[in-house]
């Protein structure tokens, strides 16, 4: 009797475990919206794409494809890392055609590989439109003589891109504090309140707290306080609405708040392999992911 009661113990214990993970994967895999049909700004976010010349890794473990509490584990297969992005500009270029593309940081998976850099931003040019590239910390140079090669590859680890009337603030992982009131100020300073802006950086304004807890070893997924106080004040007193396009957390995680949209796009170099395409008319923000292994919308 006892081993029959311990069976059904069992039973119902890997019964709850399979549930979880299956809500897990359901939760990591909705659909995330429409875009319109007809003219609008179209653009293109992709994020941590982790470049590597001497990437070994070819896929995710199934253990990194599940999200818990928001957060997905960290495996990018740098293996394929250029392959993937080779398929993404390819499918970005022919079919999606948009107006400006951002990528929110770790660009290469190691800051001091040059040539990894380079092939990548070579890849990139073939978009055909403008290109907004953020600094993670992945990118970030543990050699004192490399120290300028972002900005010699890259340009500016910090600034604003105007694309039809649209601006795209974008700020380096590594914060300058000159660089960062700077930034502020001119986000406080927009006259265009009836458009929408965009803020583009590495980590998220808001992560939720148990993904934040995961991700201690990683830096955190957010940035902290008084800097997010600071930056969604800036934003609140321009009176404009913004989106906030970030990664670091290679998980899919989008949050509204007040006149703000937080949009975190998952890795390209890890499972899923997607990247957000984002469409604005008539002054509404609509966004569909992508995914590269079944090359369309989800």
Request: proline share 3%.
């Amino acid at each position: 009797m006892s081993k029959r009661s311990d069976n059904k113990t069992r039973w119902l214990f890997w019964g709850v475990i399979a549930l979880f993970l299956g809500l897990c994967f359901w939760q990591s895999g909705r659909r995330d919206g429409h875009l319109p049909e007809g003219d609008g700004l179209t653009i293109v976010h992709l994020t941590d794409l982790h470049l590597d010349t001497q990437g070994k890794v070819m896929h995710t473990p199934w253990t990194h494809k599940i999200a818990v509490g928001g957060y997905r584990l960290h495996r990018p297969c740098t293996g394929r890392a250029f392959e993937y992005l080779e398929q993404a500009v390819s499918q970005i270029r022919n079919t999606i055609k948009p107006d400006v593309v951002v990528i929110t940081g770790d660009v290469v998976n190691r800051g001091d590989d040059i040539e990894a850099l380079k092939r990548g931003v070579s890849i990139l040019s073939r978009l055909q439109c403008p290109v907004v590239v953020t600094q993670g910390d992945h990118d970030i140079s543990r050699r004192k003589e490399n120290s300028t090669v972002w900005n010699d590859v890259c340009g500016a680890t910090h600034g604003c891109t105007l694309v039809n009337n649209t601006r795209f603030f974008f700020l380096p992982f590594a914060k300058d504090e000159v660089v960062f009131a700077d930034i502020l100020q001119a986000i406080r300073t927009v006259s265009d309140r009836d458009e929408v802006h965009f803020f583009c950086l590495h980590r998220m304004l808001w992560a939720p707290r148990l993904m934040d807890a995961l991700a201690r070893r990683y830096h955190g997924c957010s940035v902290l306080d008084p800097d997010r106080e600071k930056i969604v004040e800036a934003m609140d007193a321009s009176g404009a609405r913004w989106v906030v396009l970030c990664g670091h957390s290679h998980t899919d995680h989008r949050r509204t708040r007040g006149n703000v949209t937080q949009l975190c796009a998952p890795s390209l170099a890890e499972h899923p392999h997607a990247f957000r395409v984002i469409k604005i008319k008539d002054g509404e923000v609509f966004y569909k992911l992508v995914r590269l292994d079944r090359g369309q919308t989800q």
